[in-house]
């Protein structure tokens, strides 16, 4: 499956922005969805992923209580809606895709095969 990100942008602390990540071919259905993200320096951290249906979803602390995850498997497409954005949330946003991930608690990159090409989302103060 090949993935494209898009929706990032600048924004104020305290808005929002709603990431996209489009998948490519007719097994989207079978992928385990999630989103990571990497500031400067810093290692590529997970944010929140989703199962095959998406009926379960799963947050990082980074993102409880703010972003919501969720996806629509007849357009193939993985959302990212971020709310409350502050300069701390200053990353890349890469989607990821695996249909083996048997835990959405999956916090290592390594283990997530299919990747977007991230989208820069900028939070200025």
């Known amino acids: 499956v090949q993935l494209q990100a898009s929706g990032g942008g600048l924004v104020q602390t305290g808005g929002s922005l709603r990431l996209s990540c489009v998948a490519s071919?007719?097994?989207?259905?079978?992928?385990?969805m999630g989103w990571f993200r990497q500031a400067p320096g810093k290692e590529r951290e997970y944010v929140a992923g989703i199962s095959w249906g998406g009926g379960s979803t799963y947050y990082a602390d980074s993102g409880k209580g703010r972003f919501t995850i969720y996806r629509d498997n007849a357009k193939n497409t993985v959302y990212l809606q971020m709310d409350s954005l502050s300069p701390e949330d200053t990353a890349i946003y890469y989607c990821?895709?695996?249909?083996?991930?048997?835990?959405?608690?999956?916090?290592?990159?390594?283990?997530?095969?299919?990747w977007g090409q991230g989208t820069q989302v900028t939070v200025s103060s």
């Open positions: 990821a895709a695996d249909p083996y991930i048997r835990s959405l608690a999956t916090y290592e990159a390594a283990a997530w095969n299919h």
């Open positions: 071919g007719r097994t989207f259905h079978n992928y385990v």
